[in-house]
């Protein structure tokens, strides 16, 4: 068995390593000022990406982590890697299939800052600015680097006296009302509530005569997450990152405290490092598991995804054009390119824990798109011309893709050390908003890696992100309301 990597077990999180990360930045003038243990966090650059004082210069403590291995080559896994890469830790990231393979190959790659907890907003603002930057921040070639389409969402809501639940719907409407308003006072300038004759306006092949209203950002949009995860993980490797695909972590080496300090492969290697980050999203709780770490509270929900061709009825210009709409009912639809749009709509179904890469593609009976006119996808086509009248005029549902959401109970993702194992920092559990936190996850995580320990709160960018709703082991007390 080959071994590589460092050949003794560092403790994170101790005072000295607090007390060194503090001494990250040293001019050849003063210190950064000293922060209070409950305020210590990392700010990190626009320019650089990595944590950066006035007038200071680049060094490693002494307690920083030498190797980080990354486990899961998806869009998390990408930009933790290129955050760590610049602040200059070695970093080998381990994937079981290729690059991509698991939920970020099969997600609706939607991206969005209206959240209804204000951190997240917070965390979104940052993500949308990374997403528009990054043929930048990755050194893409032409064309290559954009990732980011901005045609704004819209959520709907339905007049109560139109519909069976009157006092259901007025409430919807007044909570979207304040939603907006923690979500401008966050940082979110251009979110609006919109009227129904101003949703006529802006947006005729809507129905607006059963609306009491909408919320609508502009700057939020869609992904093409398949180029994120390409190319940020052909910036990794050219920065110096290890890239190790078909590679599956089989288990832990631990020392005589239990401590994690090395993972073995499916290719029969032992690797040893000081910090290991589970970024495997539905995977991770038999990850966390088999390297000694919590039972994570991630349950893999299978999702669906639709693809319904345009037609005659309009043009693909027009196609192209709509936002991501999501009805009061939370079925949702955007342009996936000129000629389809792409929908889906959360249904009740049961985890399984078991699944396998198999079960990604699987497709259950009644789901599959050419199964009947009751199958799901025809019910979904159904719900979506209710508000949206001319897509009943579109040419039929052409293809059904599946995925697994890894969901927590409060709709959160978990950011931080795991309770158990001092050297396993987890990063997964986004129900179905992994790809569109992928920037402020990656940078999380890696502030987390550098200061050995899980922070309270995250400066970044001139911004102070609340980081406690994310902590692992924490209780589930409020969850996410904006969920579809």
């Not at 931080?416 to 402020?440: C, E, I, N, R, Y």
């Not at 709160?457 to 969850?479: M, P, W, Y």
């Amino acid at each position: 068995m080959r071994s590589t990597g460092a050949s003794s077990t560092r403790r994170v999180g101790s005072p000295a390593a607090r007390a060194d990360i503090d001494e990250l930045y040293q001019s050849t003038a003063d210190l950064p000022e000293k922060k209070s243990p409950a305020a210590q966090n990392l700010t990190w650059s626009r320019r650089q990406g990595i944590p950066q004082t006035s007038g200071a210069r680049r060094i490693i403590p002494v307690n920083a982590p030498r190797h980080v291995v990354i486990i899961g080559a998806g869009i998390t896994g990408a930009f933790a890697a290129h955050h760590l890469l610049k602040a200059g830790v070695r970093v080998t990231v381990l994937e079981a299939r290729e690059k991509g393979a698991g939920s970020s190959s099969r997600s609706a790659a939607c991206l969005r800052q209206q959240f209804s907890t204000p951190a997240t907003v917070q965390a979104m603002v940052y993500s949308v600015a990374a997403y528009r930057r990054f043929a930048e921040e990755f050194r893409c070639s032409d064309g290559q680097g954009d990732v980011l389409v901005q045609n704004g969402y819209l959520f709907l809501y339905d007049r109560p006296d139109a519909s069976d639940s009157p006092e259901h719907h007025s409430q919807r409407w007044k909570q979207a009302q304040s939603t907006v308003a923690m979500q401008q006072a966050h940082g979110l300038r251009d979110v609006e509530l919109l009227s129904p004759e101003a949703i006529e306006d802006r947006f005729p092949h809507i129905r607006s005569d059963d609306l009491v209203g909408a919320t609508f950002c502009p700057s939020d949009g869609f992904l093409r997450a398949d180029m994120v995860y390409q190319e940020g993980f052909r910036r990794v490797v050219e920065m110096g990152g290890v890239l190790r695909q078909n590679e599956a972590v089989t288990g832990g080496v631990f020392d005589s405290n239990g401590r994690l300090q090395a993972v073995e492969t499916s290719a029969g290697d032992r690797i040893e490092a000081d910090i290991f980050i589970n970024a495997t999203n539905a995977w991770a709780p038999r990850v966390s598991e088999s390297l000694g770490g919590s039972t994570l509270p991630i349950s893999p929900i299978k999702r669906y995804l639709y693809f319904i061709e345009r037609g005659p009825s309009i043009t693909g210009d027009q196609l192209l054009s709509w936002p991501m709409t999501i009805t009061s009912s939370r079925a949702y639809c955007r342009p996936e390119n000129a000629e389809q749009l792409l929908a889906g709509w959360a249904h009740a179904a049961e985890a399984e824990p078991g699944f396998d890469w198999d079960d990604q593609d699987h497709i259950e009976p009644g789901f599959f798109h050419r199964s009947g006119l009751d199958n799901y996808g025809y019910q979904l086509w159904l719900q979506l011309a209710e508000a949206l009248s001319i897509v009943g005029e579109f040419a039929g549902l052409a293809a059904t893709t599946s995925g697994f959401y890894a969901v927590t109970p409060d709709h959160n993702p978990l950011i931080g050390f795991d309770p158990l194992q001092p050297t396993l920092l987890q990063v997964a559990g986004f129900s179905g908003h992994g790809a569109m936190m992928g920037p402020f996850s990656g940078a999380a995580a890696a502030a987390m890696a550098l200061a050995g320990e899980t922070l309270d709160q995250l400066d970044i960018e001139g911004t102070s992100i609340d980081l406690r709703h994310l902590i692992v082991g924490r209780q589930f007390n409020a969850g996410e309301g904006l969920v579809i």
